[in-house]
């Protein structure tokens, strides 16, 4: 899929994810203390997801 978005808009979303990432590392957190593999695997998951899209977000950033 391909998205058009201004710098402006790429900050807003940059904020958002990172604090969609940060949710994500307590409940990794949680899910590791109480031995929830499952949910683990989940946000560890979601978590480079998160990271290939900041990733993407910069490289075409600075393309532009």
Known sequence: MELTINKREANI????????YEEHTDVLTDAI???DDRQARESYHIQRIIEDIQ?????KLKSK
Request: no cysteine.
């Open 55 to 59: 990733g993407e977000i910069i490289y």
């Open 33 to 35: 203390r109480i031995g």
């Open 13 to 20: 979303i940059q904020v958002a994810l990172d604090h969609l």
